[in-house]
């Protein structure tokens, strides 16, 4: 069964870095669509990047230029790069995998991890 | 962006109440609307796919309906389990947006 777990949020800084790591199981990440999606405490969910298959990627414009996704096939893991991170980037940060040929959904995700920026 | 509007954004049912939630899309996405509930402190898990579509799992009491512009989650019998906050989103075009949710409490 696909299962996935992220890790690596923490307290951290305006303007600091931060890596989020999602470790995927029961599936490769190599032959999915990945993406992240985040949500502030109490407030609705922001999808923020995705990664295809074959290593294309989109961003959130919010995100653009600060964030990067990426992956590790040898350890099946997919990764967020928070760069010049923001007070209003503070929320849970889902990974999740892309589901569908035409229609795309998500499933599963991930229990969340919560980044706290503030000084 | 195609921005996405749940209505109510929030309700009050009993167990047992036939509920029903909508969602409008600014612009016509065929049918690529997608619709998750989401439990406190739990992670969204996805409900309904493909506007019409139920995920492997999910009780048959939810049911999806719509499409363009104009979609409907419906729950036939509402369970104590059902309590939550429920979303759809849109993956026609990027940026994927979700609505801003539809919290359904106990009356």
């Known amino acids: 069964e696909p299962h996935l777990v992220e890790s690596g949020g923490g307290l951290i800084q305006p303007g600091g870095s931060l890596r989020l790591s999602c470790a995927a199981s029961g599936f490769t990440v190599r032959s999915n669509f990945m993406s992240w999606v985040r949500q502030a405490p109490g407030k609705g969910l922001e999808w923020v990047s995705l990664?295809?298959?074959?290593?294309?990627?989109h961003y959130a414009d919010s995100v653009k230029g600060r964030f990067t996704i990426s992956r590790d096939n040898s350890k099946n893991t997919v990764y967020l790069q928070m760069n010049s991170l923001r007070v209003q980037d503070t929320a849970f940060y889902y990974c999740a995998r892309v589901d569908g040929a035409m229609v795309n959904w998500f499933d599963p995700w991930g229990q969340g991890t919560l980044v706290t920026v503030s000084s | 962006d195609i921005e996405m509007t749940q209505s109510p954004s929030s309700l009050s049912a009993s167990v047992g109440d036939r509920v029903t939630i909508t969602c409008r899309a600014s612009q016509s996405i065929s049918v690529y609307l997608n619709w998750y509930q989401q439990k406190p402190g739990k992670a969204p898990n996805l409900l309904i796919y493909a506007a019409t579509s139920l995920q492997g799992g999910v009780p048959s009491r939810f049911s999806g309906s719509g499409s363009e512009t104009d979609f409907t989650l419906t729950i036939s019998s509402l369970q104590p389990e059902d309590f939550a906050t429920y979303y759809c989103q849109q993956s026609y075009r990027f940026p994927w947006t979700f609505g801003q949710g539809t919290k359904v409490e106990v009356k």
């Open positions: 990664m295809y298959n074959d290593g294309r990627t």
